[in-house]
């Protein structure tokens, strides 16, 4: 009997699974691959649409693109999860899976910070970003807050790239001597597993003068007054606020039981991503694994979880532990980009080391795009 396996969610975790799987088997396994959204958007492209370096369609990647062995993607919301039955309940059908993957990833909960959305954007979701681009020409002066307002959030060098390419935007436009730019994160660094990253981009945001407030979450924004009130009493007057909203699992994952609740994320084996319930694994940022949300981290563990299934399905030696390393671009504005590399999960405690911010990183980045492009949707390398 042919195996089946379902996977929800089509970030960078579902296309890695689901490309390995077809790769290396074909035919031999279905895969079912469901996703509510239409297209797939990086989460690097949002900030090159906001600031105006890419139109919204040049960054939308259609998921009816994929045709692959063994793969059947159906654009549809997953409405419940029995983990015990590996049973999904979508609006298309309901679908019994072998293996069951969920990469569902985190979702953002704007209206948990009072005043966000009648006062606030958020650039986080690929529409709040892509609104942040038509809200942009009409900040003339003033006091710019980028605020973030949980403590776990995706991409955690995107609020200070947004603040650099902020500064750079104003510049251009010639309205930078007439606004602030501050950026308020709950961190005392803004990278805080590679200190030579944070000190270069604090040494830019002096360069820039750019406020760095550390160890900080914005609470709620009082529209009335135009105040941003942070997590110790402290209120920062604000003209444009760009908040990254509050992040936490999926209601249709802690309905199911994987998850404690709607902020604990769900439990795995570090080794593997399995979680308590045999066959169902969890991939990306739904899970608690202990390593950074971003892409970079889902794709690894995606490769984990594909190399285990293999095994399984052809025999052979379990694949090895998932490390949870990984590099990201981090972009320093004046036409250059850094990288960071994280291992979270070989020592006691992260590690990252730097790569200064240079032109050919800029090369590098676009190349780690249209790579996996190339990979997940058979687009010709560019």
């Not at 699974?17 to 290396?24: G, K, N, P, Q």
């Not at 920062?236 to 509050?246: A, K, S, T």
């Not at 981290?297 to 285990?308: K, L, N, Y």
Request: charged share 20%; aromatic share 8%; hydrophobic share 45%.
């Amino acid at each position: 009997m042919q195996t089946r396996v379902v996977v929800l969610g089509a970030g960078f975790g579902g296309l890695e699974l689901t490309t390995i799987l077809s790769d290396a088997l074909g035919d031999a396994v279905e895969i079912v691959l469901i996703e509510k959204n239409d297209a797939f958007v990086f989460g690097f492209s949002k900030l090159d649409v906001m600031f105006g370096r890419q139109m919204p369609a040049e960054v939308r990647h259609p998921y009816r693109d994929i045709v692959k062995p063994g793969v059947r993607f159906l654009q549809s919301t997953v409405r419940s999860i029995d983990p015990k039955a590996r049973r999904v309940a979508a609006d298309d059908g309901t679908f019994e899976a072998d293996i069951l993957v969920v990469a569902l990833g985190a979702d953002l909960d704007p209206a948990a910070t009072p005043g966000m959305v009648e006062g606030g954007n958020e650039f986080y979701s690929v529409a709040g970003a892509f609104a942040v681009r038509d809200v942009l020409p009409r900040f003339e002066r003033g006091a710019a807050i980028i605020g973030v307002t949980g403590k776990s959030f995706k991409c955690p060098p995107a609020p200070s790239e947004t603040a650099l390419l902020l500064h750079d935007y104003l510049v251009a436009r010639g309205r930078r001597e007439a606004t602030e730019i501050s950026l308020v994160m709950p961190f005392g660094t803004p990278i805080p597993p590679s200190p030579e990253t944070s000190q270069a981009i604090l040494a830019a945001f002096v360069e820039r003068g750019i406020r760095f407030v550390k160890e900080s979450l914005v609470m709620a924004l009082d529209t009335g007054r135009k105040v941003a009130v942070l997590s110790d009493g402290t209120e920062m007057p604000y003209e444009l606020f760009l908040g990254v909203p509050v992040h936490r699992v999926p209601q249709v994952v802690v309905e199911s039981g994987l998850a404690a609740d709607a902020y604990g994320w769900v439990p795995v084996n570090k080794k593997t991503l399995e979680t308590n319930f045999p066959g169902v694994y969890a991939v990306g940022d739904v899970n608690g694994v202990g390593t950074a949300k971003a892409g970079v981290f889902a794709e690894g563990a995606a490769r984990v979880v594909a190399a285990g299934i293999i095994a399984q399905l052809r025999g052979g030696p379990s694949p090895e532990a998932y490390n949870g390393d990984g590099s990201c671009y981090v972009e320093f504005g004046h036409g250059q980009v850094g990288k960071v590399h994280v291992d979270f999960l070989s020592g006691p405690k992260p590690v990252g080391t730097f790569h200064g911010a240079s032109e050919a990183l800029v090369a590098e980045k676009a190349h780690f795009g249209s790579s996996r492009l190339q990979r997940w949707f058979g687009q010709p390398p560019s």
